[in-house]
């Protein structure tokens, strides 16, 4: 289990959130692991199975359009994204990485939905794994674990 743990969100009691999970499936061993540990954590905090829809899409640089068109829907209290960009001999590592990352931020800001940010960046593929396995420490967890507090903290606020 991840050392993540949420802090200053108070009761996460949102049992009741309907959550959709995009995945990239390029690189989707690893992903796979993220899709496991984000599935152990929203089952822990109470998200029954019929409550999570999982999306695949080609890769991460297609994530943020399936966030924003699931966003779109109004069906879901938040979103998990997924994927793992490992860094080859080009540039294609920081284009593909950094488009994720903005169009997530941006769905996000305009939508008002969270997104928990599970889209590993990593130099190697060892490095990847790593992180997506429930021995070292699995961002699927972390990702899960980030949109329930942060669905929590809108709920409050609102």
């Given amino acids: ?8 969100s108070g009761d996460l009691a949102v049992a009741d959130a309907r ?6 499936r390029f690189n989707d061993l690893i992903v796979d692991g993220l899709l496991a540990g984000a599935r152990r954590v929203l089952k822990r905090y109470g998200i029954v199975a019929e409550a ?12 943020p ?10 069906q879901f209290d938040g979103i998990v994204a997924l994927g793992a960009v490992i860094r080859g001999g080009t540039a294609h590592f920081e284009f593909v990485a950094g488009e994720c990352t903005r169009g997530l931020g941006r769905v996000m800001l305009d939508t008002g939905l969270p997104i ?5 960046t990593c130099d190697n593929e ?5 992180r997506s396995n429930s021995r070292g420490g699995n961002k699927g967890e972390e990702a899960a ?13 609102k």
């Avoid at 060892?126 to 790593?130: E, G, I, K, P, S």
């Fill in 1 to 8: 289990m991840s050392d993540y743990t949420p802090t200053g």
């Fill in 19 to 24: 959550i959709a999970i995009v995945t990239a």
């Fill in 52 to 63: 999570i829809e999982v999306v695949q899409v080609p890769g991460a640089f297609e994530i």
């Fill in 65 to 74: 359009l399936a966030a924003q068109t699931l966003a779109a829907t109004e």
């Fill in 116 to 120: 928990g940010f599970g889209v590993l």
């Fill in 126 to 130: 060892t490095q990847a794994l790593d």
């Fill in 145 to 157: 674990l980030a949109v329930l507090e942060m669905i929590a903290v809108l709920r409050r606020l």
